[in-house]
């Protein structure tokens, strides 16, 4: 294992926005090659890359974008937080979006990874991803923030 040394001068904080539109609940949109440029462009180095959305009806994680899955992570997200169910929060809002509160909570806001030799230290068949789980489309903004050197 290769150990990179931090040095004693400031590191160097970037942060970037990524826009992206989502078509439906469930939409599960690889933004891997879009969180990529961000960090090319960034010319930086060794540090560690956060990917936040903005929002609370939506999340950020890794999976393996292929279609099985894209299938299997949705169910799995109805089976622990039934859509059907009551939520505390239809009642006082009405928008009957409970249940994508819930989801995304689960699953969480943010990813980090570390960037090594100025690339993303992800798996071969890891993606990173945003889950619509709001019950219309949305525009959605993408934090990415690189601190390193």
Known sequence: ??????????????????????????DILDITD????????????????IVFVVGSTAAITTI????????????MLSRLAPREIEYAHDN??????GHSHVRASLIGPSLAIPLIEGHLTLGTWQQIVLIELDTRP????????????
Not at 17 to 25: L, Y
Not at 66 to 71: A, D, F, M, P
Not at 92 to 97: A, E, I, L, Q, S
């Open 1 to 26: 294992m290769k150990l990179h040394k931090i040095s004693e001068q400031s590191m160097t904080v970037i942060t970037k926005k990524i826009q992206i539109k989502s078509r439906s609940e469930n």
């Open 64 to 75: 393996e974008y292929e279609s099985g899955l894209r299938k299997d992570f949705p169910e």
């Open 92 to 97: 006082t809002w009405h928008d009957g979006n």
């Open 138 to 149: 949305r525009e959605r903004k993408i934090i990415v923030q690189m601190i390193g050197d």
């Open 34 to 49: 879009k969180v990529s440029e961000v960090v090319k462009e960034s010319k930086m180095e060794n540090g560690a890359i």
